[in-house]
């Protein structure tokens, strides 16, 4: 079942967010987290390093899998998502380093290195959580509409509209990189847990698609609806559609 919470603020987003990875760190101090990029995750990362820091969570044993990374960007650009998951999420909440893992974008054997990305999640016992965002064409993790709902980790292409989505981060918009690596729609159902996060009217057309809309690969987070444990925590901006 899925489930939707309405919350006036993109702080009490990430509060209520917060609150369902909490509870599983909190039960499962060894446990695997799924962490995602993007800005609207990152209202969920400060509260839990508020959480940290105030000793009341422990995540030095949680293990982290991204969701995604780009193709041939070094990872000390400060765009990758390498370094962006350093910075916002194993840094601030103390987790260890030697235990986060972001599929790899350099691999000379991609396809190999993707199999070895989703043997590494089967090893630690599976996601536990896993943290979502999305975008306003409806993808999660960087798999595009049209993305195969059973999809495992793979290359993709990056839509034109997310490349200029992206361009900000980058000196140009010809330095974005064209090509990504991310978990699949099928990799994703795995998890036990699914919390996606989204805020403002920009993604309330998203929003609708993926909670009243059909299952289709048009919308990619529509496949939230095949899970039995999804929360969706969204403001009312976002919410604005439904
Ligand atoms: C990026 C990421 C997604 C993210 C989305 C929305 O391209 N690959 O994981 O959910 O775009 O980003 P934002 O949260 O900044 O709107």
Do not use: W
Not at 89 to 102: A, F, H, Q, R
Not at 105 to 129: F, K, M, N, R
Not at 165 to 183: G, I, L, W
């Amino acid at each position: 079942q899925m489930e939707i919470v309405i919350l006036p603020d993109s702080a009490e987003v990430g509060r209520v967010a917060a609150s369902v990875i909490a509870d599983v760190v909190a039960r499962k101090p060894d446990g695997a987290l799924g962490l995602a990029t993007g800005s609207s995750p990152l209202a969920i990362y400060d509260e839990l390093a508020r959480r940290a820091a105030a000793g009341e969570l422990d995540f030095s044993r949680m293990r982290g899998f991204a969701l995604d990374e780009y193709v041939g960007l070094d990872y000390a650009h400060p765009e990758s998502y390498h370094a962006v998951i350093d910075r916002t999420v194993t840094k601030p909440l103390g987790m260890d380093p030697e235990l986060v893992s972001v599929p790899d974008g350099l691999a000379q054997d991609v396809p190999a290195a993707c199999a070895a990305y989703e043997a590494a999640i089967d090893a630690a016992g599976g996601i536990d959580v896993q943290i979502l965002g999305i975008g306003a064409n409806g993808h999660i993790g960087f798999n595009e509409p049209t993305s195969s709902l059973a999809s495992r980790t793979r290359i993709k292409t990056l839509t034109p509209k997310t490349r200029a989505d992206n361009a900000r981060f980058f000196d140009s918009p010809e330095a974005v990189p064209t090509h990504c690596v991310t978990q699949g729609l099928g990799t994703i159902l795995r998890a036990r847990r699914l919390v996606l996060v989204a805020q403002g009217e920009a993604k309330a057309e998203a929003i609708a698609a993926a909670v009243e809309g059909p299952v289709s690969a048009s919308c990619p987070a529509s496949v939230l609806q095949l899970h039995e444990h999804a929360t969706v925590v969204i403001d009312e901006g976002a919410a604005s559609r439904l």
